[in-house]
């Protein structure tokens, strides 16, 4: 499948995925990188790694769905078909989710439904869990709710930091996304968009 990524930072995800595709891991090609953010290390992953990137930042447009529309107009025009959330920190709204519903994913550093949203990190540290973890889900409209297609859990140890949880986290990520990009692109997972459930093959 053409994969087209958004990101708005770091890319640690985006960079997993680049790796397992180059391991033959996943049957799909990444066709562009789409950052929010200018100069972010994830352009530059892209770069060394040929992969065509466009920066579109939100604060040019005058609203979210315009924002979105530039978004679209360069996924289109790639002919991508699978959208990949690798740390994008931004809202979708329905406009874009209703176009990409059961073609765009999304990965959460906490095991959903738990610690939806911003900090899910801390939010765990705080309700004092042992285990924590990763997903990776279908976007809906709702924040983080979306069908689940790959989790890995993590132990949360009685000194956890919130530095050493995240690097525990991340590490489960960059397993569980080239795992569920792989699901999708050999057809094994797909989203029922009547049903907003996962039809396995
Ligand atoms: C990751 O923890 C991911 O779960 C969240 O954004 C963080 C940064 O991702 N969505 P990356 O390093 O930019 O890929």
Redesign the pocket.
Known sequence: KRIGVL??????????MINNIQAGNIEGEIVVVISNKAK???LERAEKAGIPTKVIPHGDYQSRQQFEEAIQEELISKRVELVV?????RVLTEYFVSRWRGALI????ALLPSFKGVN??QQALDAGVRISG?TVHFVEVDIDAGAIITQEAVNVDMKETLASL?DK??SA?QRALPKAVQLICSGKCRLDVKTGKIIWK
């Open positions: 990101i708005s930072g770091n890319g640690t995800n985006l960079q997993a972010v290390q994830g959330l690798a740390g994008f920190m999304n990965i959460h550093p899910a990190w990763c995240q986290i991340r990520e």
